[in-house]
């Protein structure tokens, strides 16, 4: 079974603009997070995603979104990126009503 | 919200050795705990986990315990390996906060072999 994967793997972005990372879940997991992973602030809960809903935010602003599509695949955006939006973007999947999360590879963004 | 502590932040040992690392939560409803282990350019990977109504749970080499009334989980690994050293993870999750991973700090482990 193909596991979690997330693309691009590395961008590299301008102050001001925007950017849109993609994840995949392993094939029927329907439950999509994103986080956020800083050497400065850890790793950090930005949304979750199940039937394309959202069902729990982190404390981000709201430059943070995110959305999921009926076939599970999940993006989020990030708009106005500022230099401390430079980190790497996880996401981890699961299936309905378990609890272990499977990461995916991460996207790694820089904003310069 | 949740808020999860870990120590320590470093752990150095001969391999062969035990190492320790131990977790905090505050959340009294958090009822799933699991620790990740993340090598240097590499994804999380989850190495175990436990629930609430489980004590102690062990797979080979790595074992952990869950005290809920003093709120705290630890991971324990036996005869450490070299190819044990990365950092690892603790996490907690539950109550109205499904979905979300409440993340420890992490604890940078090297084995010297």
């Known amino acids: 079974k193909a596991g979690v994967t997330q693309t691009p793997r590395y961008l590299i972005k301008t102050r001001g603009q925007q950017v849109t990372l993609s994840c995949s879940p392993i094939s029927g997991h329907r439950s999509v997070s994103w986080y956020q992973q800083t050497p400065g602030q850890g790793l950090q809960f930005l949304f979750e995603?199940?039937?394309?809903?959202?069902?729990n935010k982190g404390n981000f602003p709201g430059r943070f979104s995110g959305r999921q599509f009926s076939n599970s695949r999940s993006e989020m955006n990030v708009s106005t990126l500022e230099l401390g939006d430079s980190a790497l973007y996880l996401c981890?999947?699961?299936?309905?009503?378990?609890?272990?999360?499977?990461f995916g590879p991460g996207t790694r963004l820089t904003v310069t | 919200g949740e808020n999860v502590e870990q120590h320590p932040s470093t752990l150095s040992v001969q391999e062969g050795d035990s190492a320790v690392i131990k977790c905090t939560y505050s959340?009294?409803?958090?009822?799933?705990f699991p620790w990740y282990k993340q090598e240097l350019g590499k994804r999380p990977q989850l190495i175990i986990d436990i629930r609430s109504n489980v004590g102690e749970k062990k797979d080979q080499r790595i074992a952990v315990t869950l005290n809920k009334t003093a709120k705290h989980f630890s991971l324990h690994i036996t005869e450490t390996q070299p190819e044990d050293s990365a950092v690892y993870f603790c996490?907690?999750?539950?109550?109205?906060?499904?979905?979300?991973?409440?993340f420890g700090q992490g604890t940078i482990l090297t084995v010297h072999p």
């Open positions: 959340d009294s409803a958090s009822n799933y």
């Open positions: 981890a999947t699961r299936l309905a009503g378990d609890y272990e999360q499977y």
């Open positions: 995603y199940f039937s394309e809903t959202q069902r």
């Open positions: 996490a907690a999750e539950g109550g109205t906060s499904y979905g979300k991973l409440t």
